[in-house]
């Protein structure tokens, strides 16, 4: 803090002193910055009393171009703060603390994934006027500014969050990266896993991407060639993008493998391979760089098994009579659907063989397999009371 028998800019009465007095458009302000940090990016207050600075004190006069030579940034055409909010009396706080820790914060946390709005500036001087009067800030206070424009509710949310209870923040952060590294670790993934864990951590914390979204972004990083299959590492966010390539090991190909497997064969091909030993030597393959030799292999498996759909897909085709199915077995309708299990799943797909793909022939199959099933026999019953004759259906 100043010395107190130094005479300030403004009367002794404030703790906070500023740089400089300046004039612009008939409004004085108290000029606070800090050259080391920000760059001599200069905070304003508006002094709303003329008694608030120190006898003899003259102002400079600028204009909004004198403003920008002076400062290298553009009038905003608004204080920051009035004068009269800075603090007074007993807060004893050194002005070099409080500017070099707020400061500090805004640059290293700007480099964290997910808080890159710390570098807008008018974000910092609404924080750091806030800093001087104590005054807790709320969404309200950043509507103006760049950074609030292109976030997220969830996004705002958070920046309150992280100044009104940054313990409760560090504490989802520590609590993000450990179960992220952990889940990491597990997949035997061999890279830059600290680092990485670190990232996502605070992109899940900063609303940033969805807790649900991490094992897909996992997926994607751990194998390469499997990013590369579904369209690139544009389907990263920015800050995960660095990461393509940096991860090796024995997943390398897996995910590629799997959702060759899923998409040609089904998820019951896939299990079953995984059961026998076969869906590595079909990742190590993958891993090699034999991506066409595998699909052909599938797609000669697929034609062999369902030849009424050569040369198509599993997850092209199989959908509709899976959700036809599901109809009948659990008897719902429209848009309700149940999700298959596998043992039915695997049943189904049989009797799409046996039906040779034709729809009636199919209905059938289900109907006579799933005869216990509560959509079946409900059908069946209905079906039998729409044939009883109106006289013998009352009551006697």
Known sequence: MEDDNKQGLLTNQFVFQPEELIEIEGVTYAVYYDIEELGNFPILAKVDSPTFITVGVVPEKLDSVTFADKYGYVFRGHEDLLVSEILTGDEEKEYRGVFDTIENKFETQAKENGMKWLLDRDVQAAFLAASLTGTPISTDDLSGTEWYENSTEEQRNFMIKYYSDPDAVTKDIKTNIANI???????????????????????????????????????????????????????????????????????????????????????????????????????????????????????????????????????????????????????????ELVKLTQSQQDTIDDLIVKAKGDYMEFDKQVRSSFIDSPGVKNAFLDDLASRVPQAFSGVF
Do not use: C
């Open 181 to 335: 590294k952990e889940g990491i670790i597990s997949r035997n993934m061999t890279g830059p896993v600290n680092e990485l864990a670190r990232v996502l951590a605070y992109a899940v914390t900063t609303n940033e991407i969805g807790a649900d979204e991490v094992d897909t972004y996992l997926d994607y990083i751990d194998d390469a060639a499997y990013l590369d299959l579904l369209g690139g590492k544009e389907l990263l966010p920015e800050s995960l993008q660095g990461f393509v390539g940096q991860f090796s090991g024995v997943n390398t190909g897996q995910s590629t493998a799997k959702s060759l497997i899923i998409d040609t064969l089904g998820a019951g091909a896939y299990e079953a391979m995984v059961s026998s030993g076969s869906f590595n030597k079909i990742a190590a393959r993958v891993r090699a760089g034999d991506v066409k030799g595998v699909e052909n292999e599938l797609q000669m498996q697929h034609d062999a098994l369902y030849p009424m759909f050569k040369g198509s897909q599993y997850s092209t085709w199989n959908g509709y009579y899976s959700n036809r199915a599901s109809k009948l077995i659990n008897g719902t309708t429209g848009g």
